[in-house]
């Protein structure tokens, strides 16, 4: 069985990107924990409350198939974590799926992983994918390779099963590269 560990802001989350990705994940017999900074109860914008599995320091990549960082407005505490940049280098590098959603997608680029590389944030957030090298597309969802990021909350479900995809190997990989875009 496939394993995903989706990242969140202890506070201020967006509950969709987290719930609507988990749910599809799931349904697709993919195995999902939640880590955040805290092990106490953490509450998204719109009030959904989840206990994560795990800390977000204790993470390894070993453990995983796919790490996955979750929007809203607390994502940005992991755009300039050097942990999270550490965890993402280790996940492209070992061939995992690395994804972010809406503003987390900006930790993605940060780490210097969408290089090149075809990708979506939240609008607001397009210049930073940018000035960090990536080739923002606007798109709902992009996946070149294993690098799958999303727009926002209104995508978190196509996101979810673009991940799934992914982890599936779903045969659409062509020497390793694949741009793909999903939209409306």
Same mark, same amino acid.
């Given at each position: 069985?496939?394993?995903?560990?989706?990242?969140?802001?202890?506070?201020?989350?967006?509950?969709?990107?987290?719930?609507?990705?988990?749910?599809? +994940?799931? @349904?697709? %017999? /993919?195995?999902?924990?939640?880590?955040? =900074?805290?092990?106490?109860?953490?509450?998204?914008? #719109?009030? *959904?409350?989840?206990?994560?599995?795990?800390?977000?320091?204790?993470?390894?990549?070993?453990?995983?198939?796919?790490?996955?960082?979750?929007?809203?407005?607390?994502?940005?505490?992991?755009?300039?974590?050097?942990?999270?940049?550490?965890?993402?280098?280790?996940?492209?590098?070992?061939?995992?799926?690395?994804?972010?959603?809406?503003?987390?997608?900006?930790? +993605?680029? @940060?780490? %210097? /992983?969408?290089?090149?590389?075809?990708? =979506?944030?939240?609008?607001?957030?397009?210049?930073? #994918?940018? *000035?960090?090298?990536?080739?923002?597309?606007?798109?709902?969802?992009?996946?070149?390779?294993?690098?799958?990021?999303?727009?926002?909350?209104?995508?978190?479900?196509?996101?979810?099963?673009?991940?799934?995809?992914?982890?599936?190997?779903?045969?659409?990989?062509?020497?390793?590269?694949?741009?793909?875009?999903?939209?409306?």
């Amino acid at each position: 069985m496939k394993k995903v560990v989706l990242v969140i802001a202890h506070e201020g989350f967006r509950d969709e990107e987290l719930l609507e990705t988990k749910e599809a +994940l799931e @349904k697709n %017999g /993919i195995e999902v924990k939640i880590a955040s =900074t805290e092990l106490g109860e953490a509450q998204g914008k #719109l009030g *959904a409350r989840v206990i994560p599995d795990r800390l977000f320091q204790d993470i390894k990549m070993e453990d995983f198939d796919a790490l996955v960082f979750v929007g809203g407005s607390g994502a940005v505490q992991y755009w300039d974590d050097p942990r999270a940049h550490k965890l993402l280098k280790e996940a492209v590098l070992a061939g995992k799926v690395s994804a972010g959603i809406c503003s987390a997608a900006v930790t +993605l680029a @940060k780490a %210097g /992983i969408l290089k090149g590389k075809r990708a =979506t944030v939240f609008p607001g957030d397009s210049r930073e #994918l940018i *000035a960090n090298g990536a080739n923002y597309t606007a798109s709902h969802v992009e996946r070149d390779g294993k690098i799958i990021t999303a727009d926002g909350p209104s995508s978190a479900g196509d996101f979810g099963e673009e991940i799934a995809k992914a982890l599936k190997r779903d045969g659409s990989m062509l020497n390793g590269r694949t741009n793909r875009t999903v939209s409306d």
